[in-house]
């Protein structure tokens, strides 16, 4: 996906967004975030079914969910891209991941997992 054109949809005020990939496929996605970071304009989207309900992505180590870079096109209207550098996207998915995911403590599962690991041992 080198840069996606989008339409933007109000329904029940949530943002739809109809992104098109670089095969023409169209996929749509709810917003789920929205970060300024040093004058930088970011969005995370989650896709989501013909009846809006959110697609479980499983497998997806970011959740299930997709960041996109906001960036103004030539005819004034915002588009979204790819973030191509990798320090850039590590930096944003964190900040999304803290915003988004804050009630999860990761620790405790890992404390139980371990602690479950110790059982089996004995």
């Known amino acids: 996906m080198q840069e996606d054109n ?9 943002e739809i967004f109809t992104l098109t990939d670089e095969d ?14 040093d004058g930088q304009s970011y969005v995370a989207l989650i896709p989501i079914d013909e009846n809006g309900e959110e697609i479980d992505i499983e497998d997806d180590e970011d959740g299930g ?18 973030i191509e550098d990798d320090e850039e996207f590590d930096k944003i998915a964190d900040i999304f991941e ?15 997992e371990e602690e479950d690991d110790d059982d089996d041992e004995e």
């Open 98 to 112: 803290d915003e988004l995911f804050e009630d999860i403590d990761y620790d405790e599962d890992e404390e139980e």
């Open 6 to 14: 989008f339409d933007n949809e109000m329904e029940t005020e949530e």
């Open 65 to 82: 969910f997709v960041i996109l870079k906001v960036v103004e096109e030539e005819d004034g209207e915002e588009g979204l891209v790819e």
């Open 24 to 37: 023409g496929k169209e996929s749509d996605f709810k917003l789920i975030g929205r970060q300024d970071v």
